[in-house]
């Protein structure tokens, strides 16, 4: 007697789903310098870099991570592509985050703690500008703490000796939307959090300067910055402009003073007519889709 034919499960005759490509190509030599497959290369370029522009952008945070002993997955670092003039494109670049600056102080065996974050009076400020390519007026206002300070403990010869960081000001410090002087919506949304890493970088590096050396965490870095070099560190989705912008250059320490362009944004004083400024840190309602930053560091 034959036997009858078997048909086949609904379940098994379904399509398996297409995956797509990773963002950047991967390469088996990443397998054999970093120890890296190909689902981690994903997890990486889509997830951990996600602001990469390039394949060499993320080998370079490997090797800065495989340098330092340090776990990429954990997201110690952010690479941050810059405007480079000369090359007219974006350039990837690496920051170690606060996370970073964190794990090699506590590697010295001499970290002892911090004290909470002091802050300064709140201020209440309101920018005029333009975003994105049909450069649509908008404004922002951001209630924000007018500085901030931490105090790093460090064991000197078995005592606990407090280290003050310097104070570092907000209107130094926040980075830009672009090439205006609009603060861009990670210092709207987190105007405290946002000052309070920067504070605690630079108190870091107070504490701990055979460690650390003058290494800026990425928090302190996200405005748009020309240099001697020509190169202009951006967080605008479009290509900043040739004329020059006097700003902090990277071998500066945070708290060295930012002279912001005032070419587009003008800030203006609080209201004082009676009205109430805007949610102090929340994205204003005429910015719909200003677009995604090249980085928003955290």
Known sequence: ??????????????????????????????????????ASWRALVEAVFPTAESVEGVILALSYCKARRLDPMKKPVHVVPIWDRKRKRYVDTVWPGIGELRTTAMRTGLYAGCDAAQFGPDITQTWRGKVGEDGRDVVVTVTFPEWAQVTVYRMVNGQRVPVPGPRVYWLETYATLGRDALPNEMWRRRPRGQLEKCAEAASLRRAFPEEIGNELAADEIGAASPDETGIVTTTATEEPSGEPEAQQRADEPAEAPRRRARRIAQPEPAPDDGSEPSAAGAP??????????????F
Do not use: C, W
Request: hydrophobic share 35%; proline share 17%; glycine share 6%.
């Open 1 to 38: 007697m034959n036997a009858r034919p078997q048909l086949a499960s609904p379940r098994a005759t379904e399509a398996l789903p297409a995956i797509a490509p990773e963002r950047l190509p991967y390469h088996p030599s990443v397998h054999e310098r970093f120890g890296i497959d190909r």
């Open 284 to 297: 204003p309602a005429d910015i719909p889709g200003e677009g995604a930053p090249k980085e928003e560091l």
